[in-house]
Nanobody, 124 residues
Framework: QVQLVESGGGLVQAGGSLRLSCAAS????????MGWFRQAPGKEREFVAA????????TYADSLKGRFTISRDNAKNTVYLQMNSLKPEDTAVYYC?????????????????WGKGTLVTVSS
């Protein structure tokens, strides 16, 4: 079982930035592709970004390209999500997720382990 703990959420004004962190347990972190997903009130959980185990491959939701950046530090067992130019519609609970395999996926169903989430609120 992989345990994931998100941090870095909070309240920010539109146009501001936040960096989310996800600390993962386990000795095989570099074997796990990682992803960020979000869920706004009353909506389905949606894909935000993903990164391969090596960190060489990243992918993003089309609407977020250019604003969000996913990265990882395998020596620290941590994955990050840098969020810039935040908009009120970015308000959601952001979840870190891990996959048993190392290749990137973009679906909720493709992820095997989930954190409890961290709330990001963007005010206008």
């Amino acid at each position: 079982q992989v345990q994931l703990v998100e941090s870095g959420g909070g309240l920010v004004q539109a146009g501001g930035s936040l960096r989310l962190s996800c600390a993962a347990s386990g000795r095989t972190f570099s074997s796990n592709a990682m992803g960020w997903f979000r869920q706004a009130p009353g909506k389905e959980r949606e894909f935000v970004a993903a990164i391969s185990g090596s960190g060489r491959t990243t992918t993003y939701a089309d609407s977020l390209k250019g604003r969000f950046t996913i990265s990882r530090d395998n020596a620290k067992n941590t994955v990050y999500l840098q969020m810039n130019s935040l908009k009120p519609e970015d308000t959601a609970v952001y979840y870190c997720a891990a996959r048993r395999a190392s290749g990137v996926v973009t679906t909720v169903e493709g992820m095997d382990f989930w954190g409890k989430g961290t709330l990001v609120t963007v005010s206008s």
